[in-house]
């Protein structure tokens, strides 16, 4: 199947694929594996809910799959490779996408636009309103997505265009690896979050004794021998393209919901935005995981209709 580009969408309008009264077209590239369900999906459907069109882009033009231990929980726990008994989740119940999340999941496989999606190559900017990155740790897909050319080039032109741009977890990291003809990150200058790396550090601990033979299934990097523990983390990478450490905002410990926050457990909800974390620069919007991804899909949404006409 060749490579669509967005023109190639236009003919799709009478059969409802763009919507005549869509507030926003957005796009949103995944890569071809391993993306989070959580961040991509809750992500969709509420800008969806909210009148917004998401155009989806792939590296080939072919749909995407999600890590699908993110989805199912499945292989996180010391007996996954027990026929049986790798149905039973502890960790993996913990750590993978809740019923909100893998329901949201089950509904974009459905739309149009995630089963046809476009080409990374052919991805013009200026068709687009805004820009919203997901994230996802798992090595063997997401560093196609984090280290392409393609990504950051077109993330580069957003941030040129003034458009509002979202970016979760490890798109951020994304985010700060496009960089001005100065050399300089989109982020520098600009106040962000993204996965902590106590949140990160966290994760990788546990799979250290449930996914032990895998145990840097939570590290996309991992650090070279004299480099401090943490150095490759998504929030320290990030951190070094910010024209200030200080900008890398975290959950300050006098937020009442600090504990909640801070849990690496507690996820945020169609009507409970509590235990999320989301930060806004102007037309930027940041968040950490995917338990802020009901809250940042919402502000996204509020920055895109801010602006509409």
């Known amino acids: 199947m060749p490579c669509r580009s967005l023109s190639t969408l236009e003919p799709r309008v009478a059969e409802g694929f763009l919507s ?12 071809s594996r391993d993306f989070d369900p959580s961040e991509v999906a809750v992500s969709w459907k509420v800008l969806t809910q909210r009148g917004h069109q998401v155009v989806f882009a792939t590296p080939d033009g072919k749909a995407g799959t999600c890590d699908p231990i993110m989805l199912s929980g499945i292989g996180l726990d010391l007996w996954s490779g027990i026929p049986v008994l790798r149905n039973i989740r502890v960790l993996g119940l913990l750590l993978s996408a809740n019923a909100d999340a893998r329901n949201a999941y089950a509904e974009m496989l459905r739309d149009p636009a995630f ?3 476009i080409c990374w190559d052919q991805i013009a900017s200026g068709g687009f309103d ?12 997401m560093r196609e997505y984090l280290e392409s050319i393609v990504l950051q080039r077109v993330t580069t032109e957003f941030f040129a265009d003034e458009k509002p741009v979202a970016a979760i977890c490890h798109g951020v990291l994304l985010a700060a690896r496009s960089k001005w003809v100065d050399g300089r990150s989109v982020l520098h200058g600009r106040k962000t979050t993204a996965l902590p790396w106590a949140l990160e550090r966290k994760g990788s601990a546990l799979a250290h004794v449930g996914r032990f033979w895998d145990r840097n299934y939570y590290r996309t990097y991992t650090e070279a021998a004299g480099q401090p523990a943490g150095y490759m983390s998504v929030q320290q990478e990030v951190t070094r393209a910010l024209a200030d450490p200080a900008d890398f905002i975290d959950v300050p410990e006098n ?11 507690a996820r945020d909800t169609a009507t409970n935005d509590r235990p999320a974390f989301v930060v806004r620069d102007e037309n930027y919007v940041s968040a950490r995981w995917p338990g802020d991804t009901h809250s940042f899909a919402r502000t996204f949404a509020e920055v895109l209709e801010a602006r509409a006409p």
Do not use: E, Y
């Open 115 to 117: 089963k046809s999606p």
């Open 20 to 31: 005549k009264v869509t507030m926003s077209l957005i796009l949103l590239p995944i890569p």
């Open 255 to 265: 937020d009442m919901d600090f504990k909640s926050k801070t849990s690496g457990t």
């Open 130 to 141: 805004g820009l919203l990155l997901g994230g996802g740790h798992r090595a063997r897909g």
